[in-house]
């Protein structure tokens, strides 16, 4: 038997043709043993001999590294959390020693608590957590063969855990047969058929009485380099055929011929030693005690395993199993569906309904042919289960099938919409949609046609993201007004959300249709509410702007602080902090975005915590403080990572920008751009155009701001980034002379501000006014906004203003002068990382004779980014725990990237931290990347 024909070995044989696949996998192990880890995604077409090299590793990997292996099923692709339970549910006697929310999360995930649904991300860094547990001191391998057939839930925490490994001496290895979405982003290895004389000889041992040269050449030719099809399919063939009467039929594909002939070579056995191995097959938990009791409810014998062993077909051990991934889904898929019924009905029968509930209600589903209200009502009870757990696909498909079984029209129309909704949270809204169009077919009360019109406009939304979206989710909300107040309200929030983040892209008169229908919904309200008055609120901003909205926003803030929010208004906070935003309300912004991120952050609320953590790093780019920023975008993406929200860069396009990194942030606008177009969000062309304003600001490239700015001149009353524009509109048209236009940017700011007339909002108009003013009245109104930006704790424009304060004295001739503000403006951007603007007044110093010392970095300069984030975690007192459950890795990586930092500093723990990092928070002027961090 050649290993390389997709079997299972016990020896390491060498692998024909696959000495490149090898070297890959075993420098993946080896670089196990040395503590570093990596994951690897291999991928090919089934035979193609991917099991044949996890196997070879396995064994080689065996002697000194700890193996961990599992096949996922397709059969347990609705269950959620089945795949991960598989590899991880016999480490769980360490999970004492995670954090608590981590513990908690991934009990509730395994059924062995009962808890509010997990955060897929609290599970995700579980398992990074309990694999790192499992490794200790010795190298760790865990390998997840046909992942393709992981459940949503595990597959994506599976894929969190492998992209966050770092220094734990773990190695991730996932065999499928295409890479899928939620493994994008881990390093590929494809595998390929073998080469044709690899070819050759693999037939001829598979074949080794002779075969017809033009027989042989044919399945060469057929097979492509498939070694288990070079394998198989000289079985199926007759003496006949052998001799060269040989015809494949080259319309069936090839993974169907493979399984042809695999089921051909079990047709010989008894019919009940086939429905043995089916019964296996029907079977992902490969319990052999489990089998057993089931086979013995078919009547099946000892003699009926002796006989599907001996077919090489079954293999069992401590486990029940097959030769090949492939032989149990030819088994399966061959089989009629009455046998398939029969078998799920033995083993329904000997799962236990108090241990593996959900199991058994699948398998009893899997036997059912007619509906069945009882099968039904326990499909739905698994529904609920796997909603706790946090499996919302796995609800969703329970719900789907529940549906099919339900024999009451007015019952299946329920669980209908149940399980569409369950589709549109686990991130399908296209099968949302479809079985929306099924339950209008059945009876429904008024509220479950408001609720089917509600759904249909979030998925058809979500789905297309175009400009009809929110008159759809409008006329779902005023269709439940008086069936459900409080989801109307909700839906209401929605609609308004879509026309503002649609703009200029929706329909023109969009936004003021929705608030306007929520002005009226809401007319005559005296509620305190924070989501009630946020709804009024941000429809007044829109409809009437921001003097009307002011007292109504500041209330819902205010709400937003004191009061014990609900699910709805933790969900609606973002909301708040972005009026906090277009009210010009520093304070604000910065406590709102702070709360939304804890209360998240606690509640383990991941589908909030990117829109909060986005706001946050707003607040905390307005503090001036980017390395905090940027661990915001960091966090950001890990969540991605295992939800796949889509949110796009806007985080990291920004901190680009204020960096004057011109590569980095055109790479980044040149991806949001035709994004924003292709989703109908007008708000991501307004992000754009404002971010790329402040870089060509920041670079000197005042005719690239103008060009940038003026796109939003005509969107001012769109408010947010439009209305921020308008301040690096005025600064680019002053420095290219168009005085007529900055006067115009000019106007609309003082629009836009003085109604407000907040600190912040008046210091942005001075600052403004100042760039059309020359000599003392310049000055004195940069003195003026300077003050107001210095009481507002916002250095970023702290900094400019004395730039531009600086720049023109220099004009003005009053050369001293100028380079007492051109200093003070070069500390304050150098030392916050505003990199542009401080090269900007470096440059201005040197032109007026002054000679910039810059501080040397040493050895500094080569942390890279984890070990900055690490060192400054460390500096503040975390724990090695509590900075990997901060920055997403583990505690043993954490401390990996330590002793690293202690090593470069020249320092021997924590105590000096402080001061060996004082200078990292410093910017290297010219580079256009913050000291401490790696540029290559």
Known sequence: ???????????????????????????????????????????GEAGVGKTALLDHMAVRATTDVRVERIVASESEMELAYAGLQQLCGHMMSSAGRLPAPQREA?????????????????????????????AGDRALLCVVDDAQWLDEASARAVAFAARRLDAEGIAIVLAMRTAGEAFAGIRQMVVEGVGDDDAREILRLSAPGGLDRRVRDQLIAEARGNPLALRELPRSLSPAEIAGGFALIGSMPLESRIEQSLVGQLEPLPESARLLLLLAAADPTGDPGLLWRASTVLGLGLEDFDAARDADALVVGTRVGFRHPLVRSAVYRSASPQDRRRVHAALADVTSVDHDPDRRAWHR?????????????????????????????AAGAFLERAAELTPEPVRRGQRLIAAAEAKHEAGAPAAALRLLDTARDHPLTALQQALVARLHARAGYALRRDSSGAQLLLAAAQGLEELDPVLARDT????????????????????????????EATAGEESDRA??????????????????????????QRAFLEQAPDSLELHWMWFASRAAQDLWDARGLRTLADRQVE???????????????????????????????EASCDEIDAIKDVTG???????????????????????????????????????????????????????GRFAEAMTSGRRELPYTHELSHAMRTLLELVEAATHTGERVLAEEAFEKLAGVTRPVGTNWALAVLTMAEAQLRQGDEAQALYRDAIERFERERIPIMVGRCRLLSGEELSRQG??????????????????????GFAERAARELSASGETLRVRAHGTAARLTDQELNVARLAREGLTNRDIGARLFISARTAEYHLRKVFMKLGIRGRAELKAALAELDQAAPGTGQPMGRRTE
């Open 645 to 699: 929200h889509p949110l796009p860069q806007y985080g990291r396009f920004f901190l680009a920008a204020y960096r004057g990194q011109a590569d980095e942030a055109e790479r980044l606008a040149e991806r949001i751009r035709p994004d924003a177009l292709a989703r109908g969000e007008g708000y991501g062309l307004s992000a754009v155009n404002f971010g790329e304003a402040i870089l060509y600001n920041g670079l």
């Open 1 to 43: 038997m050649n290993p390389s024909e997709g079997d299972s070995v016990t020896e390491t044989a060498p692998l024909r043709g696959r000495h490149r696949e090898v070297a890959e996998l075993d420098g993946l192990v080896g670089r196990a043993r040395a503590g570093h880890s990596g994951a690897l995604v291999v991928s």
């Open 106 to 134: 991934i009990e509730a995930a395994f059924g062995l608590r009962q808890a509010a649904a997990p955060s897929p991300f609290l599970v995700g860094l579980a398992v990074l957590g309990l694999l790192t547990e499992a």
């Open 814 to 835: 009053r050369h001293e002068d100028a380079r007492e503000q051109l200093r003070a403006a070069y500390e304050v951007l150098s030392g916050i990382g505003l990199n």
């Open 365 to 393: 589903a899997s036997a059912t042919l007619h509906p069945d209200e009882e099968v039904a009502a326990g499909l739905e009870r698994s529904a609920v289960r796997a909603r706790t757990r946090g499996g919302a696909a």
């Open 599 to 629: 209360l998240a952050r606690t509640e383990g609320v991941v589908t909030v915590l990117p829109i909060a953590l986005s706001l946050l790093m707003v607040a905390q780019t307005v503090d001036g403080e980017l390395d905090a920023a």
């Open 531 to 556: 989501r009630d008055l946020i709804l009024r609120g941000q429809a007044l901003l829109a409809a009437k702007g921001q003097e009307a909205a002011l007292e109504t926003l500041r209330r819902a």
């Open 492 to 519: 209401y929030m929605e609609a308004l959300s879509a026309a503002i983040y649609g703009g200029r892209l929706g329909d023109a008169e969009q936004v003021a249709a929705v608030s306007n229908a929520v002005l």
